[in-house]
């Protein structure tokens, strides 16, 4: 049975003890009030986009010999009711004949050809004419320095350094986007960025619903992030998921902004069935506030037909969203209007402080000091003097306390959860704005959410035996076993995979059996992490088994603070409702239980027969050679 810390028996230590609970219980009361004012914020936000990438429409739709437009329309019966029209470059332009264009060298190699002198354009140049009236208009009036103009064959061509046929931006194409408008499609328009760009955002089309920036830049960055601002007022802004672009913090902090999610083209067409894609769309959707789920058709038949799975994938993507209780259409304004008050986040933030010295407490002097100071300083490095890093305090902290604090037994799981969310209360409390709901600010530190909590426990338990110097006596004269060597290798690769397997996009994916749990739980209700579906039942095994010794409960233990540094860490996602994290909690929370109950009794089981199987090998000594020491003794030499 774990013994109850000698430190923990000093007046003064129950005495501050029961000083920094009143501060907790305290401090809840305003983090209360501010978690309320934001689960509010959030009931009303049920309404999705669905967005088609036109220039995989155009591909798909090229096999079959019909345009984008055409195949656009079959899909639009389905459901699909926006399109991606991303803005003309010079390529484009030319592609679809309203402009000339082509490199110096070529340029050069026409005008020899027809006896000319040749001119004195750069080999690398890009060089464009006009084709079809005001073609070229935004192309010329938007890039800086200004195109020269040379005569070739009596011809007009503009020309600039470099070869930009791919990336210099030449405005919307009209045609275009009033077709798409006209048969009521919302039109997400792409813009692109460049060096020197001017007059940004001036020539963004008024049909538009969305504005998606293209490539990892927002249009304007860096210079001229102002004209975009001014331009982007009557849009909703895509926050694309998992991809960074420069400029987008800033832009997204001043014009209305949505979520987006949205699939490489290569792995669509590889891995993605239908079923999957409309998984991982709903699960964003349900879990991660994203608002614009933006498709792209399948480009090749890896997986089968790729009409057929287009289809399938937009059809059953409306049904399910219709039946999550969606309204799949045109959205008007998804943007957060949750807003703290800061003398009330200031008051919750005194329930972080008294956590942390609660954490001072469950550590014997000095190192309980040792232990507090540490993580505030690990949370200022990673997110300077702000909310952000009293969040993290939160987040580090409190999955530590339930299991520190409070002896055996199965309460204290139920216990150990309860200050987790008070935990996640001041987290929410203390972190939650605009920027960091949309995500436009990440939850600095998310990492080691997952790897400090248990470290502290580790620390903690290692302190209940021995202080640092005895350890270090004790490990220098200790004698390194295969058995130590496996363990220790498995405990590092235990932290390795918490750590790779963080993140809507992880280094290391889930197994298939691991997706086929997921599935099965995702039909049932909303998703518990695996985490503590897995830490909690190991936890529960260590509470029952009190008279166990601390080699045993500890390792055990430990996975349970990662299933409690599991539950703030999904509270650390902003952008996830509250309700979600808090049904996310509780289902994991009985299923752990459930299936922890259910090792028990297994546990012991195999206990015991492992003890009898070990005893037997004291009944199955080999026999003793004939003529060797033992025998002849046995004889009476």
Same mark, same amino acid.
């Given at each position: 049975?774990?013994p109850?810390?000698?430190?923990?028996e000093a007046?003064?230590w129950?005495?501050a003890?029961?000083?920094?609970?009143?501060l907790?219980?305290?401090?809840?009361?305003?983090?209360?009030?501010?978690?309320v004012?934001?689960?509010?914020?959030?009931?009303?936000?049920?309404?999705?986009?669905i967005?088609?990438?036109?220039?995989?429409?155009? $591909?798909q739709?090229?096999y079959?010999?019909v345009?984008?437009?055409?195949?656009?329309m079959?899909?639009?019966?389905?459901?699909?009711?926006?399109i991606?029209?991303y803005?003309?470059t010079?390529?484009?332009?030319?592609?679809k004949?309203?402009?000339a264009?082509m490199l110096?060298?070529?340029a050069?190699?026409?005008?020899?050809?027809?006896?000319?002198?040749?001119?004195?354009?750069?080999?690398?140049?890009?060089?464009v004419?006009?084709? $079809?009236p005001?073609?070229?208009?935004?192309?010329?009036?938007?890039?800086?320095?200004?195109?020269?103009?040379v005569?070739?064959?009596?011809?007009?061509?503009?020309?600039?350094?470099?070869?930009?046929f791919?990336?210099?931006?030449?405005?919307?194409d009209?045609?275009q986007?009033e077709?798409w408008?006209?048969?009521?499609?919302?039109?997400a328009?792409?813009?692109?960025n460049f060096?020197?760009?001017r007059?940004?955002?001036a020539?963004?089309?008024?049909?538009?619903?969305?504005?998606i920036?293209?490539g990892?830049?927002?249009?304007?960055?860096p210079?001229?992030?102002?004209?975009?601002?001014?331009?982007?007022?009557?849009?909703?802004?895509?926050?694309i998921?998992?991809?960074?672009?420069?400029g987008m913090?800033a832009l997204?902090?001043?014009v209305?902004?949505?979520?987006?999610?949205?699939?490489n083209?290569?792995?669509?067409?590889?891995r993605?069935r239908p079923?999957?894609?409309?998984e991982?769309?709903?699960?964003a959707?349900?879990?991660?506030?994203?608002?614009?789920?933006?498709l792209?058709?399948?480009t090749?038949?890896?997986?089968g037909?790729m009409?057929?799975?287009?289809?399938?994938?937009?059809?059953?993507?409306?049904?399910e969203?219709?039946? $999550?209780?969606?309204v799949?259409?045109?959205?008007a304004?998804?943007d957060?209007?949750?807003?703290?008050?800061?003398?009330?986040?200031?008051?919750?933030a005194?329930?972080?402080?008294a956590?942390?010295?609660?954490l001072?407490l469950a550590f014997?002097?000095?190192?309980?000091?040792?232990?507090?100071?540490?993580?505030?300083l690990l949370?200022?490095a990673?997110?300077?003097?702000?909310w952000?890093?009293?969040?993290?305090?939160?987040a580090?902290?409190f999955?530590?306390?339930?299991?520190?604090l409070?002896?055996?037994?199965?309460?204290?799981?139920?216990?150990?959860?309860?200050?987790?969310?008070?935990?996640a209360a001041?987290?929410?409390?203390?972190?939650s704005?605009?920027?960091?709901?949309?995500?436009?600010?990440?939850f600095?530190g998310v990492?080691?959410?997952?790897?400090?909590?248990?470290?502290?426990?580790?620390?903690h338990?290692l302190?209940?035996?021995?202080?640092?110097?005895?350890w270090?006596?004790?490990?220098w004269?200790?004698?390194?076993?295969l058995?130590d060597?496996?363990?220790?290798?498995a405990?590092?690769?235990?932290?390795?995979?918490?750590?790779?397997?963080?993140?809507?996009?992880?280094i290391?994916g889930?197994? $298939?059996?691991?997706?086929?749990?997921r599935?099965?739980?995702?039909?049932?209700?909303?998703?518990?992490?695996?985490k503590e579906?897995?830490?909690?039942?190991?936890?529960?095994?260590a509470?029952m088994h009190a008279r166990?010794?601390?080699?045993?409960?500890?390792?055990?233990?430990v996975?349970?603070?990662?299933?409690q540094?599991?539950?703030?860490?999904?509270f650390?996602?902003y952008?996830?409702?509250?309700?979600?994290?808090f049904q996310?909690?509780?289902?994991?929370?009985?299923?752990?239980?459930a299936v922890?109950l259910?090792?028990?009794?297994l546990?012991?089981?195999a206990?015991r027969a492992?003890g009898?199987?070990?005893?037997s090998a004291?009944?199955?000594?080999?026999?003793?050679?004939?003529?060797s020491?033992?025998?002849?003794?046995?004889?009476?030499?």
């Open positions: 049975m774990r109850r810390p000698s430190w923990t007046p003064w129950r005495r003890a029961r000083a920094l609970w009143l907790v219980a305290l401090a809840l009361l305003p983090a209360a009030a501010l978690v004012a934001r689960v509010g914020s959030e009931g009303t936000q049920r309404s999705v986009a967005v088609m990438d036109e220039i995989a429409l155009a $591909e739709a090229s079959l010999g345009s984008s437009f055409e195949l656009g079959r899909y639009g019966a389905l459901g699909l009711g926006g991606a029209l803005e003309e010079v390529e484009t332009l030319a592609l004949g309203r402009a264009a110096g060298r070529e050069r190699a026409v005008a020899a050809a027809a006896g000319q002198v040749p001119t004195a354009i750069p080999a690398d140049a890009t060089l004419r006009e084709l $079809e005001g073609a070229l208009d935004v192309l010329l009036a938007t890039s800086w320095p200004p195109a020269q103009a005569e070739i064959l009596e011809q007009t061509w503009y020309f600039w350094p470099g070869d930009s791919r990336t210099r931006p030449a405005g919307p009209r045609e986007i077709a408008h006209a048969a009521g499609f919302d039109i328009y792409r813009p692109r060096p020197n760009l007059e940004v955002g020539y963004y089309p008024p049909e538009a619903r969305y504005l920036y293209g990892l830049q927002v249009a304007g960055f210079n001229s992030l102002d004209d975009a601002v001014a331009a982007s007022g009557d849009y909703l802004t895509g926050i998921e998992g991809t960074a672009q420069d913090p997204a902090r001043q209305p902004t949505a979520r987006l999610l949205s699939f083209q290569d792995y669509i067409n590889q993605l079923a999957d894609l409309i991982k769309y709903l699960l959707a349900n879990e991660r506030n994203v608002r614009i789920l933006y792209r058709p399948y090749e038949e890896q997986l037909d009409i057929e799975n287009t289809e399938a994938m937009i059809a059953g993507l409306v049904t969203l219709e039946r $999550e209780g969606f799949v259409g045109s959205l304004s998804v957060v209007t949750y807003a703290a008050p800061t003398y009330l986040r200031a008051l919750a005194v329930g972080v402080f956590g942390l010295g609660l001072a014997p002097t000095p190192w309980g000091v040792y232990a507090a100071l540490s993580v505030a949370a200022l990673a997110a300077g003097p702000s952000a890093a009293l969040a993290l305090i939160a580090l902290v999955p530590v306390l339930g299991y520190a409070f002896g055996p037994g199965l309460l204290a799981l139920l216990r150990s959860t309860g200050i987790s969310l008070l935990g001041f987290l929410v409390a203390v972190g704005d605009r920027d960091t709901m949309l995500a436009i600010e990440p600095a990492a080691a959410t997952l790897v400090v909590p248990p470290a502290l426990f580790a620390a338990a302190l209940r035996w021995r202080r640092p110097s005895a270090v006596r004790y490990l004269g200790y004698r390194v076993r058995g060597l496996a363990v220790a290798v405990v590092a690769a235990v932290l390795a995979l918490v750590v790779i397997r963080r993140g809507n996009f992880p290391l889930a197994s $298939e059996a691991e997706l086929a749990l599935g099965f739980l995702n039909e049932l209700f909303v998703r518990p992490r695996f579906l897995v830490g909690h039942p190991l936890a529960v095994v509470l166990w010794p601390g080699w045993a409960t500890a390792p055990l233990l996975a349970g603070v990662v299933a540094a599991s539950i703030l860490n999904s650390s996602h952008h996830t409702p509250l309700v979600v994290s996310r909690t509780l289902i994991a929370l009985v299923i752990g239980l922890g259910v090792l028990v009794p546990v012991r089981l206990i492992i009898r199987w070990l005893a004291d009944t199955d000594r080999a026999p003793t050679p004939p003529g020491g033992g025998a002849r003794a046995a004889e009476g030499d």
